[in-house]
């Protein structure tokens, strides 16, 4: 019987994905579950806002190829609405996401895609591009903003350190399809 990880192994996960985002577990925590909760803070009018700008940076004509091929099979209104019902979810908000595609499983539902640490530049780039756009005016504009980068950072860098933990045989999608490591 194939057993998961152990609990060694995600404590050294951990360990990486602290020293690759710069940002501490316990530092992500605190940005998500400040009560406010983010998706309270920030708004899930915004958090939809926020992953349309995203998309329609992914899409855009000057988004490097092996990043845009990533997500050849979906429209940019598709993604958006399955990024923003999971931020929503994820950030404190009600269970969206849950409610509409299953538990969340995102290193699972990643780990087809060969996303390396030129694919999690380039999210991040366009995430903080759109986060720039979206997320402005108010006092409490730059330390939203802040908490919301922290979250992504941590979550890119758990994304690309985090493939090797999946079973196989629990990948949410095909692995042969993207193996170049965008």
């Not at 605190?30 to 329609?56: D, E």
């Amino acid at each position: 019987m194939a057993t998961g990880p152990s609990y060694i192994q995600y404590t050294a996960f951990y360990a990486e994905v602290e020293a690759a985002s710069g940002i501490s577990r316990a530092a992500r925590d605190v940005a998500v579950g400040t009560p406010p909760s983010l998706a309270t803070a920030v708004g899930v009018p915004t958090l939809r806002a926020l992953s349309t700008a995203f998309y329609t940076r992914v899409f855009a004509a000057d988004t490097p190829p092996a990043f845009r091929g990533l997500f050849a099979n979906v429209t940019a209104t598709e993604a958006a609405a399955r990024q923003s019902d999971y931020l929503i979810e994820a950030l404190g908000g009600p269970p969206v996401f849950t409610a509409s595609r299953g538990a969340a499983a995102l290193l699972g539902r990643h780990a087809p895609y060969a996303v390396g640490e030129a694919g999690a530049a380039v999210w991040l780039r366009l995430m903080a591009d759109a986060v720039a756009e979206v997320v402005v005016g108010g006092e409490d504009a730059a330390a939203l903003a802040s908490r919301l980068m922290v979250f992504f950072r941590w979550t890119a860098w758990y994304i690309v350190l985090g493939r090797g933990l999946v079973n196989p045989c629990r990948v949410v999608g095909y692995r042969a399809k993207h193996d170049g490591g965008a």
